[in-house]
């Protein structure tokens, strides 16, 4: 099985609402956003697909929340703002591009951290 993977970062601010700690608070980090990409084989290229468009469709999936409060853009100003959340959201929008694109891999996970120690990760 080949993986590959591609990392981004986005800077915003949440707050996650009824927290018993300081993250009621609003506050940001630099969020670090991975996806990570399967397949058995690799095309007459020999790749899984080419860095630079799961890049573009990793930028794409994140430019939405990049320098706003997470807490006023859809979905999160319905769902908390969570670590876990925002992988679950990236997963989404990002598998719909692979999909539109017409990849002949797999998206296998997206892992979001909100510093160097916590992260949180989605897969289907």
């Excluded at 991975?34 to 468009?53: H, L, N, P, R």
């Excluded at 859809?74 to 694109?101: C, G, K």
Aim: hydrophobic share 45%; aromatic share 8%.
């Amino acid at each position: 099985m080949y993986r590959i993977g591609i990392k981004k970062q986005f800077s915003a601010a949440h707050r996650l609402e009824g927290h018993p700690g300081r993250c009621s608070q609003l506050h940001g980090h630099t969020w670090s956003v991975e996806a990570v990409i399967s397949s058995k084989d690799t095309g007459m290229d020999g790749m899984v697909v080419d860095f630079d468009q799961v890049g573009d469709a990793l930028d794409k999936a994140v430019d939405l929340f990049d320098h706003v409060c997470l807490n006023d853009v859809e979905p999160f100003d319905r769902i908390p703002p969570t670590a876990e959340n925002v992988a679950r959201v990236v997963y989404a929008a990002l598998a719909a591009r692979a999909a539109s694109s017409g990849w002949a891999a797999r998206l296998e996970s997206v892992t979001v951290w909100e510093s160097a120690e916590a992260w949180a990760s989605f897969s289907d």
